[in-house]
Structures are given as C-alpha cells and as structure tokens.
C-alpha cells in the first residue's frame, strides 16, 4: 500500500540523497537486531539473542518483550556505528511487521515508527518471512554474489515454519505447499527436549547426528497429499518408540544419542526433500533456494548438494548468519520495497499471524 506520508517524506529524502539507505530492525521472537544496508549492500548487522530462554526449554514471551526493551536501542546504535552511517543519512526505516510474538513486534515495531517519524523519514513493513526468502540477496562488497533467478522455489524452514514458496519476483511469491501442523524446527526442538537436551534442540541434534548411524532407527513418516507437510505424526512416533525402549534400557537415550539424533534428522530431511522435489518436478524450476533457521543443517545442506548433482539443480545456501533470525534480511526486502515506494502508514499494527 502506498502511503501519502511516507511518499512524501520520500520526494524530500530523495532530493537530499544519491544514495539509498535502508536501516532493518528485527524483533520477531528471541533475537533483537539491526541492520543497514546502503545502495543494496549490507553495512552491518547486529544481533543480540536472549539467553534467558535456555534455562526455560523454550522462549518465554514475557521475558523476550523485556529483553527486547533492554537491546533495542543499543543494537541500533551499535549498527549505525559499524556502518559508519548517522540516523540523518538514513532513507528509510524497514521493520518487522510480522508474524511473530506480539510482545516482541510491538518493541521493534514502536521503535521502528518513533524513529521514523522523527527522523521524518518512510516506514517499510516487511513480513519476517518474506524477510528468510530474500536473505538469498543480502550483497556484501568484496563477497562473490550469484543470487537465484526468478522465478525459483524456497524451501523455508524455522521454528515456526515449513513452507515451499514459489518467489516469482522479489515482491510477488506464492506458497505452494506448508505444514498443517509443527514445523520442522519445532518438531526437532520437541525431540531434543524429550531426549533432555539442551535447548534450541536444533543444533544439537545437528552437532548429535553427524556421528550418528542415521539408518539406526525408523520413524514413521506423513503421507499428506499434494506439497503440505506434517510433522506431528513423527514428534509422536519418537516419543512412543522411546517411551518403549526405555522400559527396557533406562539408560537407552544416553547410549544411542547420536544414533537417535541421526535418525531423527535423516527423516525430517528425507520428509522435507521429498516434497520439494515433487514442486520441483511439477512446475519445472531448478533454481532451488533454502531459507530459515533449519537451513543451518548440515543434513539438510547435504542433501541440497546431493540433489544438485542428481538432478542438476542449481542451490542457494544463505550464509549461517542469515539463515537465524537477523535484520540484514530485514533490511534489503525493505531495500526493494523502498524502489517500489512500498511504504506503510504510521499506524500499520504488528501482525502475529500473516502469510507471506
Ligand atoms: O528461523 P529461526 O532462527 O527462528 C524462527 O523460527 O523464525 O529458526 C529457529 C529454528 C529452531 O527450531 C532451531 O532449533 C532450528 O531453527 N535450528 C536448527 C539448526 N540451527 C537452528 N535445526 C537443525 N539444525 C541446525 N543446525
């Protein structure tokens, strides 16, 4: 939606500035973060994550919001620094809109428009999804850059979600599968906190499995037609099938840890890629891209290299940095949002739930 305000503020900027430059600010669940972005390179990007969750087996809502209070001005202040950039020079400011904690959005959404509007420059809301996609662009000087083509396919895993999108073009991208219930990162955090690992279960399981047997155990796997996923079905097959090993063998998870780790993550791979080498297949594209903060994988990532070669797929890794939750992603979707003028009211409200 093009706002009046913001399209005015715009024409004033514009006039003053050769150069476009983009300040992200991210604030979704448990990381508060900043970023700038100058004439589509990232300057910088600083992320605080919140430790206080780790004691708790997940984020606390409450305590994200007030940690997010706490970090909010100096992660800021500390990317406007590395960028060597001041608040006067900035053209715009992109925020999370949503989905996310409400909590946590109202932090990074309230701060985004203070400074905004006294700064007198636009606002840009940009959906946190949209935001893992287009991490495939996020350019850096001195770095080799060769970003997917549209129209290609992203396969976007987080914490939150599981998604095959299409990404027709940088503003226009169509989902065409997702889970109907967890999503991948969610049914491996539940595992791990089954198994008393620590928490996100993510890395650890990741760490786990690479000196696993990933063929040591067998667990039942979703038959959902067309590209939706599920992942309920095998959170709880893992936790039966342990619930019985363990009436034999009480100390069965300390002596298959990483034979379960590697099982546990050979099959939400293999769940994964089969679906989307069925969107592959169907809509003839293979220029594939992977988004999220599962993408961090190793798994996953191998399996991406194995389907580049067995199918002649071109892939799309994000750095590690820009796969978790980060502002640079913020940012350069607000870069291409500010070439369209896509700019949002002062009252845009955060959304908790919104597709992409
Ligand atoms: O995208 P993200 O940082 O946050 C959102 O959900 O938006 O994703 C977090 C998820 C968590 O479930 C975490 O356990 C998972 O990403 N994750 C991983 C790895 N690193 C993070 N899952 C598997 N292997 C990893 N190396």
């Not at 001195?142 to 290609?152: A, H, N, Q, V």
């Not at 914490?159 to 095959?164: D, L, R």
């Not at 069925?278 to 992977?290: F, H, M, P, S």
């Not at 389907?307 to 980060?326: C, E, L, M, V």
Request: aromatic share 8%.
């Amino acid at each position: 939606m093009i706002n009046t305000l913001s399209l005015i503020l715009y024409r004033k900027t514009k006039k003053k500035a050769m150069s476009t430059i983009i300040l992200g600010i991210e604030s979704s669940c448990d990381d508060t973060s900043a970023a700038v972005i100058k004439d589509g390179y990232l300057l910088s990007n600083v992320v605080a994550s919140q430790a206080v969750h780790e004691a708790y087996g997940g984020v606390v809502p409450e305590l994200a919001s007030r940690a997010h209070q706490q970090n909010i001005v100096p992660v800021v202040h500390e990317a406007l620094k590395r960028a060597g950039v001041s608040k006067e020079e900035l053209s715009a400011i992109a925020f999370t809109r949503g989905p996310g904690l409400m909590g946590s959005l109202l932090v990074g959404v309230s701060f985004a428009k203070g400074l905004a509007c006294s700064l007198r420059i636009p606002l840009i809301d940009v959906n946190h999804l949209t935001g893992h996609v287009l991490a495939n662009f996020i350019k850096v000087e001195g770095e080799d850059y060769d970003p997917p083509k549209f129209p290609f396919l992203c396969l976007l895993v987080s914490g939150g979600n599981s998604q095959i999108v299409l990404v027709k073009a940088y503003n226009d991208m169509e989902i065409l599968g997702q889970t109907i219930d967890d999503a991948a990162g969610e049914a491996i955090d539940k595992c791990s906190k089954v198994m008393g690992l620590g928490y996100p279960g993510g890395p650890i399981i990741d760490k786990l499995a690479r000196q696993g047997n990933p063929k040591a155990f067998t667990f039942s796997k979703p038959h959902i037609p067309g590209l939706d996923y599920s992942f309920s079905g095998l959170k709880t097959s893992f936790l039966y099938s342990l619930k019985d090993w363990l009436k034999d063998d009480p100390d069965f998870i300390e002596h298959h840890k990483t034979d379960l780790a590697a099982s546990l993550e050979a099959t939400i791979v293999d769940i994964l890629m089969d679906k989307l080498r069925k969107a592959a297949k169907q809509y003839k594209i293979k220029e594939v891209a992977l988004a999220g903060g599962v993408s961090a994988n190793n798994g996953l990532r191998n399996a991406f290299r194995d389907h580049a070669q067995r199918f002649g797929w071109k892939i799309f890794i994000p750095k590690f940095s820009y796969t978790t939750d980060n502002a640079a992603m913020i940012a350069i979707t607000g870069y291409y949002k500010y070439q369209d003028k896509d700019f949002c009211p002062i009252d845009a409200p955060a959304y908790s739930r919104v597709s992409i």
